[in-house]
Nanobody
């Protein structure tokens, strides 16, 4: 059974930083791309960042480029999202997700497993 467990959310002031982590288990982690999505209250879930199986290819939403960095450790079965220069509009529940193949996919329907999410709140 595949499990994705997020951690690291919390309350931070605008301009601050947070690091989210996702621990994966249940299948060969290094075979699949990993992603972060987010969902703000009253809004649809949206793509934030993705990293391909090797860690060498990454994609970011335009809204977070230059501020967020996704990385993975295939030896530890973890994926992280370093979030810097946070803004109030980054407030959302952040979800870790695994895609059905090795390459980054920005579509929700491209994911087959999801974590339960971790809340990030950025105060102004």
């Amino acid at each position: 059974q595949v499990q994705l467990v997020e951690s690291g959310g919390g309350l931070v002031q605008a301009g601050g930083s947070l690091r989210l982590n996702c621990a994966a288990s249940g299948r060969t982690f290094s075979n699949y791309a990993m992603h972060w999505f987010r969902q703000a209250p009253g809004q649809e879930r949206e793509f934030v960042a993705g990293v391909a199986w090797s860690g060498r290819s990454t994609n970011y939403a335009d809204s977070v480029k230059g501020r967020f960095t996704i990385s993975r450790d295939n030896a530890k079965n973890t994926v992280s999202l370093q979030m810097n220069s946070l803004k109030p509009e980054d407030t959302a529940v952040y979800y870790c997700a695994s895609s059905t193949n090795a390459w980054v996919d920005e579509r929700l329907r491209g994911m087959d497993y999801w974590g339960k999410g971790t809340l990030v709140t950025v105060s102004s």
